[in-house]
């Protein structure tokens, strides 16, 4: 009776209706794939509220429906359906933890000025280094920008790591020949994924932070030739291979 009577208030309240629906949504994100059983026990929601959400959110594609797994002999009946949050539901979610810290950055640059969150980029950006420094520092040289790849793709940038030929043509620095490359012999790290994009897009001192760690960890001369705040597809970042960035600051 106290479900169906909540189910009674809530529809009469559609701004109480939204909040449990983004509560569902929320279960679903953090303990998906879920029945919608499991969902109701845990709200003290209905059966038929339950499925009232789970309906909406389907229609938005915040979440799909998948047949449960079966482990061992399944009795007659359809079998369960479970619920798991798509992509999209995911990037929703996303953006509001993004819109809460703009928010907060615009409210220290106003307090503070554009200083305090650069220093704010650096310090998030520190604890990134502390965890990688002894991932890199283990790998060959060859085979750091890679290890690098590696322990950001496990933070979710979705990173990958690639070899960059010398081209040729016009010359990479004023007097010298026209034979000499233009992009400097080393790898490129590329980040297919920014968790932190549409703030950055506002906060470029995010961007900054990050690359001048790379360079830290790397030992290497690194420039960001693309960003995803930017509107490119990939944050791309160039690696000078250590013997060419050694010759140029002797030069």
Aim: net charge positive; aromatic share 4%; with cysteine.
């Amino acid at each position: 009776m106290v479900g169906a009577a909540r189910d009674r208030e809530q529809a009469r309240s559609p701004g109480a209706e939204r909040r449990t629906r983004a509560r569902v949504a929320r279960l679903i994100l953090e303990n998906g794939p879920v029945t919608a059983s499991a969902l109701g026990a845990c709200l003290g929601l209905t059966p038929a509220a339950v499925r009232r959400h789970l309906d909406h959110l389907l229609a938005e594609g915040m979440i799909e429906s998948r047949a449960a797994r079966a482990y061992g002999s399944r009795g007659r009946g359809r079998p369960a359906r479970v619920f798991v949050i798509t992509d999209a539901g995911r990037g929703a979610f996303e953006h509001a933890y993004d819109d809460l810290a703009a928010s907060a950055l615009r409210f220290l640059a106003e307090r503070a000025g554009p200083e305090a969150v650069a220093e704010f980029a650096r310090r998030q950006v520190a604890e990134l280094e502390l965890r990688y420094r002894p991932v890199v520092a283990a790998a060959p040289a060859a085979a750091k920008v890679r290890a690098l790849a590696r322990a950001l793709s496990a933070d979710g940038y979705a990173a990958s790591a690639m070899t960059v030929r010398p081209a040729r043509g016009a010359p990479w620095r004023a007097g010298r020949a026209r034979t000499a490359p233009v992009v400097p012999a080393g790898e490129q790290l590329c980040q297919h994924h920014c968790p932190v994009a549409h703030v950055a897009a506002e906060y470029p001192q995010l961007c900054e932070a990050e690359t001048e760690a790379f360079g830290r960890l790397l030992g290497a001369p690194v420039q960001r030739l693309a960003t995803i705040a930017h509107g490119d597809g990939v944050c791309t970042t160039h690696v000078t291979a250590p013997s060419l960035g050694r010759r140029d600051l002797t030069a």
